[in-house]
């Protein structure tokens, strides 16, 4: 069984800084792309980041761009997204996914539970 869990949200002040994590199991996603999206309430799920799986390339929604920092080790079938300089806007749920390099949610196949980001001011 393939299976993606997130870790590391919080509640945090704007300017603040986390790591989030996204383990892996069931197979190794040597050659998949590994995302980030996520999700306020009543809001559609949105793009933040996406790695290919060699790591080799990066892709960062505008919003994100600057502030976020995607990377993986493969070797820990795991993903992370630092996020730096938080706002309160960027509280939200966020995902990883497995899938396919693309902006879009409709090409990743396995998806984590969410971790809950909460950003005050």
């Known amino acids: 069984q393939v299976q993606l869990v997130e870790s590391g949200g919080g509640l945090v002040q704007a300017g603040d800084s986390l790591r989030l994590s996204c383990a892996a199991s069931?197979?190794?996603?040597?050659?998949?792309?590994m995302g980030w999206f996520r999700q306020a309430p009543g809001k559609e799920r949105e793009f933040v980041a996406t790695?290919?799986?060699?790591?080799?390339?990066?892709y960062y929604a505008d919003s994100a761009k600057g502030r976020f920092t995607v990377s993986r080790d493969n070797a820990k079938n795991t993903v992370y997204l630092q996020v730096n300089s938080l706002k309160p806007e960027d509280t939200a749920i966020y995902y990883c996914?497995?899938?396919?390099?693309?902006?879009?949610?409709?090409?990743?196949?396995?998806w984590g539970q969410g971790t809950q980001v909460t950003v005050s001011s």
């Open positions: 790695i290919s799986g060699s790591g080799a390339y990066t």
């Open positions: 069931g197979r190794t996603f040597r050659s998949d792309a």
């Open positions: 996914a497995v899938g396919v390099y693309s902006t879009s949610p409709g090409t990743y196949t396995y």
